[in-house]
């Protein structure tokens, strides 16, 4: 099993920025696809952006690219999602994921692609 737990939500004004963290625990391997999701009410959950313990490569929504940044931290077995110009249409909340490395770049922005979830943290941000 593995327990992921979410941090760092809050309420902000549009154009300021928030960082997010993931703390991965349990049966949680070096070799992991971590990725960043939300989901506002009413709307599908969509993916954010997606990197993987140990490695530097990354992908991004296109909604997302360009003002977050998803980094990790193999060691302490953390994620974080930097968001940048925060708009109103950020407001969601906001869910880390662990999955297979296998594909994890290809297909790592579906969320079926994902075996752990975490509760969540809520982001709100308003004009």
């Known amino acids: 099993q593995v327990q992921l737990v979410e941090s760092g939500g809050g309420s902000v004004r549009g154009g300021e920025a928030l960082r997010l963290s993931c703390a991965a625990s349990?049966?949680?391997?070096?070799?992991?696809?971590m990725g960043w999701f939300r989901q506002a009410p009413g709307k599908e959950r969509e993916g954010l952006a997606v990197?993987?313990?140990?490695?530097?490569?990354?992908l991004y929504g296109e909604s997302v690219e360009g003002r977050f940044t998803i980094s990790q931290d193999s060691v302490n077995k953390t994620v974080s999602l930097q968001m940048n110009t925060l708009k109103p249409e950020d407001t969601a909340m906001y869910y880390c994921a662990a999955g297979a490395l296998a594909g994890c770049l290809v297909y790592g922005l579906q969320q079926n692609h994902y075996t752990y979830w975490g509760q969540g943290t809520q982001v709100t941000v308003s004009s």
């Open positions: 349990g049966e949680i391997t070096s070799n992991k696809c």
């Open positions: 990197i993987y313990f140990g490695g530097s490569e990354t």
